[in-house]
């Protein structure tokens, strides 16, 4: 029997768990954490804050979310994949982050009530859900009047030439590296096909318009292999 995208998306992640950390660095040439630095100084998260990372997986975002807002701040990191969580969980104890709650949720059907955060992040995770659309109404509902939701994700490059090195590396190169360093190379494969298939900048902008958010901003990065969007609760 075929698995839904869902099931297929948290058996990969449970599997891949203990290399995911090791292998982000590896495929994204450590770029991913230029990324987040950056997407970090754009949303000037200030202290005392309550946020809220979606899929946080391994919960690197949400530990940098957490020493943003600082001691007097909330942070919640949430993720389907338990094991993804349990890596997470041991990071923040060692940091001693007791302002940081990971927990065990769908991004479909968040449970928090409705104007609960002033900052929403996603990264590298809005791909592997069944529905973009949906995860981002939820993102939109729970957080506050004022507040932000920002998206950090694999993009279309657009540059002839890139785009095509692009796709090959994603096809080919990548599910090499996870057979040769995770021994999961069905699992990288899978996650080819979510980048893939991932809106483009543009389009993903109208996705987030289309969730209810507004002055929508977008930023690629390394040529559009990733961009950030940035949307505004009014």
């Given at each position: 029997?075929?698995q839904?995208?869902?099931?297929?998306?948290?058996?990969?992640?449970?599997?891949?768990?203990?290399?995911?950390?090791?292998?982000?660095?590896?495929?994204?040439?450590?770029?991913?954490?230029?990324?987040?630095?950056?997407t970090?100084?754009?949303?000037?998260?200030?202290?005392?804050?309550?946020?809220?990372?979606?899929?946080?997986?391994?919960?690197?975002?949400?530990?940098?979310?957490?020493?943003?807002?600082?001691?007097?701040g909330?942070?919640?990191?949430?993720?389907?994949?338990?094991?993804?969580?349990?890596?997470?969980?041991?990071?923040?104890?060692?940091?001693?982050?007791?302002?940081?709650?990971?927990?065990?949720?769908?991004?479909?059907?968040?449970?928090?009530?409705?104007?609960?955060?002033d900052?929403?992040?996603?990264?590298?995770?809005?791909?592997?859900?069944?529905?973009?659309?949906?995860?981002?109404?939820?993102?939109?509902?729970?957080?506050?009047?004022?507040?932000?939701?920002?998206?950090?994700?694999?993009?279309?490059?657009?540059?002839?030439?890139?785009?095509?090195?692009?796709?090959?590396?994603?096809r080919?190169?990548?599910?090499?590296?996870?057979?040769?360093?995770?021994?999961?190379?069905?699992?990288?494969?899978?996650?080819?096909?979510?980048?893939?298939?991932?809106?483009?900048?543009?389009?993903?902008?109208?996705?987030?318009?289309?969730?209810?958010?507004?002055?929508?901003?977008?930023?690629?990065?390394?040529?559009?292999?990733?961009?950030?969007?940035?949307?505004?609760?009014?």
């Open positions: 029997m075929q839904s995208k869902e099931q297929r998306v948290h058996n990969v992640f449970e599997k891949i768990s203990d290399n995911y950390d090791k292998m982000n660095s590896v495929i994204s040439f450590q770029q991913h954490i230029k990324w987040r630095t950056d970090m100084k754009r949303m000037n998260v200030q202290p005392g804050s309550k946020a809220l990372d979606v899929c946080c997986g391994t919960a690197d975002w949400t530990i940098a979310l957490a020493e943003a807002v600082g001691p007097t909330q942070v919640t990191g949430l993720d389907f994949s338990q094991n993804m969580l349990n890596v997470g969980i041991e990071k923040v104890k060692k940091l001693g982050l007791n302002q940081v709650k990971l927990i065990h949720g769908n991004a479909m059907e968040l449970p928090f009530p409705d104007n609960s955060f900052y929403i992040t996603i990264g590298f995770g809005l791909r592997n859900v069944p529905d973009y659309l949906q995860v981002l109404k939820e993102m939109h509902r729970v957080v506050k009047p004022g507040g932000i939701a920002v998206c950090l994700e694999t993009s279309q490059p657009t540059l002839i030439g890139y785009k095509q090195l692009y796709y090959f590396y994603f080919y190169i990548m599910p090499m590296f996870g057979k040769l360093l995770a021994k999961s190379y069905k699992e990288y494969s899978w996650l080819q096909e979510s980048a893939r298939d991932f809106p483009g900048i543009k389009e993903l902008a109208l996705i987030f318009e289309n969730a209810g958010f507004k002055d929508v901003k977008y930023k690629p990065y390394s040529g559009g292999a990733a961009a950030v969007h940035i949307g505004y609760k009014k």
